[in-house]
């Protein structure tokens, strides 16, 4: 299906400039057969003792690539399974031997953390090339060009500068990462630009504080609300431990839906944000994901991830996948036919560093 | 075999609608600009995967998309296959192995998590040497003591005593790992008491204050003996080690170890194989008190006690770490009227 060309509407009045085209992102997976391929790899993962988990891995990350359209074309994804089982057994290794010293020797564990966290900036750039070189675009390569000093200030030294200000300088750190993220991108030849500003990230960020202060306090009126209506009920016996009970349920909900959706308001607008201010040389990007949409979304899909006791997990991954592109539109001023392949560096960039990055946790907003 | 598709030089993003044709071990792609032979063998081509297109590659950069077929799989024979073995897409493709499939996973993680883990920290537990086992744990109670405990404010005299009624049940047990005594403040974690991998029980002062009768502390301290004599604190290492790599290694693509969905059965089945330890120190702690001519049910008026100075049992049986204290106290009972009819 070839996606539609839509005029584009908020073109500049110069008629002799070829009209740029418009195109939307398209997702084409399908629920019923990626839970075919989730299952299939579950499975063979399991009977496999985890084995298997390399190639799950790349034929599950092929399968988004490839059904992540633009302009007729999916995306490729290239990696080598048999490197990444390598990446997993060195972070199986650190992991096991991290557990043991948190159990036995403090101090040990704490040594692996200061190492690790040492080591994060250059995991940072080696899990992002690794991923970059191996995804393709029409048989152009995508490229990484970060340097470790630059992670390392970005996501080292820039958190501290975070927490002195008390947080003040997040909304900046914020879109500081998204920088380094896409101003060190290049797909074949053309890098990425990003020319940024703050304001937007600190209006977003004042939304979920506001978000957080109205909330909570509707969220304190309510909950207090339920425990008395119920302290009016509660006999003599027990009165305190009753209404603590009774007030952790509402408690629990109200944090997680002041939260959520104030984590939904920072996600939505700076996901846009970080499209509006990259810039590929003739091309642009506009992101339209809203708070409400996101909220809806994860809502549910936990729901029906919850009620199916996992086995939903697909359906919730490609409503995912398809939300986002939906609301990813490029606007190409002269098509996209004129980029051309880099050179290939020689260094051959193991998978350890991208297996480090999921093993840990780390996600650095890709 | 002849089919369209697109072609991508390597060089430009520019694409290529060409024609492919088959034949004798070659494709012959021609289009615009393009005119090759390629040998089937040659080329490198992406597994298989749902209704995707195929993707060839082709000598040097070179890539050609076609829609996938099971003809074009078939002309593809001779051709290296990067990714998954070819068998996988047969199983996806079929609805009685995807059936199968969701059942292998649920019935083999299922025996995995529930006997699989705690078989083998077990074995492994049981043959770690001894004084390696006392070396892993020496760290723990120093750790405990900055972060939890308080020094004892029990008299000396009184201390003494336990640490004689220790000593007898420690040399009925004779055990490799050797049990030794400490009492501490409990504070916050108030009346306890605790079996540490090293061999190590701590006994709180809150937990002997608690007591009404000696032989209730002693019968605390026989059951810690049993969680010790079982290696419950290095199997519990073990089994949530070996827990969580399950989860994040092999499951990592599957369920985010971070979302609540992941983490909530984690914790579930932690406290299970918890409150099995505890049923099985039970068992050996009654054994013991019986072996130095104690009466068990000591050991169920202490639980009793405890239970109600702490106000347990206030959660559902599932979800705490210990057995709910009523069938713990019917389990010792059970086994003193069995130990009386032998």
């Known amino acids: 299906m070839p996606p539609a060309e839509l005029p584009f509407s908020n073109a500049p009045g110069d008629a002799a400039a070829p009209k740029p085209s418009r195109r939307r992102f398209e997702f084409t997976g399908q629920p019923g057969e990626y839970f075919r391929i989730w299952i299939v790899n579950l499975c063979l993962t399991v009977v496999t003792l985890g084995v298997y988990s390399a190639w799950a891995k790349v034929r599950t990350r092929r399968y988004f690539y490839q059904n992540t359209r633009l302009d007729g074309s999916g995306f490729e994804y290239t990696a080598e399974p048999l490197k990444i089982l390598i990446g997993r057994l060195i972070v199986l290794a650190f992991g096991v031997l991290y557990a043991l010293a948190g159990q036995f020797s403090p101090q040990a564990a704490v040594a692996m953390i200061v190492l690790l966290f040492l080591a994060s900036p250059w995991m940072a750039v080696r899990s992002l090339a690794f991923n970059h070189r191996n995804s393709r675009w029409r048989g152009i390569r995508f490229k990484f060009l970060g340097s470790y000093g630059e992670a390392a200030k970005v996501f080292l030294a820039m958190p501290l500068l975070v927490a002195v200000t008390f947080g003040l300088a997040a909304p900046y750190h914020h879109g500081r990462q998204h920088q380094f993220l896409v101003a060190n991108t290049a797909y074949g030849q053309s890098r990425a630009t990003f020319d940024w500003e703050g304001s937007g990230y600190y209006i977003a960020y004042l939304i979920a504080f506001g978000v957080v202060i109205v909330g909570g306090m509707i969220a304190v009126v309510a909950v207090a609300g339920v425990v008395g209506l119920a302290g009016l009920e509660t006999t003599a016996e027990d009165p305190e431990s009753a209404a603590g009970i009774l007030a952790v349920v509402p408690m629990m909900v109200g944090y997680f839906a002041v939260y959520g959706f104030a984590a939904a308001v920072i996600h939505a607008m700076t996901t846009n944000l970080r499209y509006t201010f990259s810039v590929f040389p003739g091309v642009r990007f506009d992101s339209t994901l809203s708070p409400g949409g996101i909220v809806w979304l994860y809502l549910k899909c936990g729901v029906v991830v919850l009620l199916t006791a996992g086995l939903g997990l697909p359906w919730a991954s490609i409503q995912i996948a398809r939300y986002r592109a939906e609301h990813l539109t490029v606007l190409a001023a002269d098509g996209f036919d004129h980029f051309q392949q880099a050179e290939e560096d020689a260094h051959g960039l193991g998978a350890i560093a991208d297996e480090a990055a999921v093993g840990f946790d780390f996600d650095f907003g890709l | 075999m002849r089919v369209s598709g697109r072609y991508f030089d390597g060089t430009s993003s520019r694409a290529i609608v060409v024609e492919v044709v088959a034949y004798a071990g ?55 296959i990067h990714g998954a073995p070819r068998f996988v897409f047969g199983l996806e493709r079929h609805w009685l192995a995807v059936c199968v499939a969701v059942a292998i996973t649920l019935a083999v993680g299922w025996l995995v998590v529930v006997d699989g883990v705690p078989a083998l920290a077990s074995y492994v537990a049981h043959r770690v040497p001894a004084d390696i086992a006392t070396e892993l744990g020496r760290g723990t109670l120093e750790a405990l003591d900055e972060q939890v405990f308080g020094a004892t404010e029990l008299d000396a005299e009184s201390r003494g005593n336990f640490r004689d009624r220790f000593e007898v049940l420690a040399a009925e047990a004779s055990l490799e790992i050797a049990p030794r005594l400490e009492f501490r403040a409990g504070l916050g974690v108030g009346a306890n008491a605790f079996a540490l991998p090293s061999g190590i029980v701590v006994v709180t002062d809150e937990l002997v204050m608690l007591a009404e009768r000696e032989e209730e502390v002693v019968a605390v301290m026989a059951h810690e003996i049993g969680h010790v004599r079982h290696r419950h604190g290095l199997r519990s290492v073990l089994q949530s080690v070996g827990i969580g790599v399950l989860v994040a290694g092999a499951l990592g693509d599957f369920v985010s170890v971070g979302s609540v969905a992941g983490a909530l059965p984690l914790l579930l089945v932690q406290m299970q194989y918890s409150q099995g330890f505890e049923s099985e120190a039970d068992a050996y702690g009654g054994d013991l008190l019986e072996a130095v001519g104690l009466d068990r049910e000591h050991l169920a008026t202490a639980l009793e006690r405890l239970a109600a100075d702490s106000g347990a049992d206030a959660v559902p049986g599932y979800l705490s770490t210990h057995p709910a204290t009523d069938e713990r106290v019917q389990a010792i009972r059970g086994a003193a009227a069995r130990s009386v009819d032998r």
């Open chain 2, 26 to 80: 070659h494709l012959r792609i021609q289009g615009e600009g393009v005119d090759r032979e390629i040998e089937l063998a040659a080329i490198t081509a992406s597994e298989r995967l749902g209704s995707t297109a195929r993707i060839l590659r082709l000598s040097g950069e070179a890539t050609l998309e076609l829609p996938d077929s099971d003809e074009l799989e078939a002309v593809l024979r001779p051709a290296t």
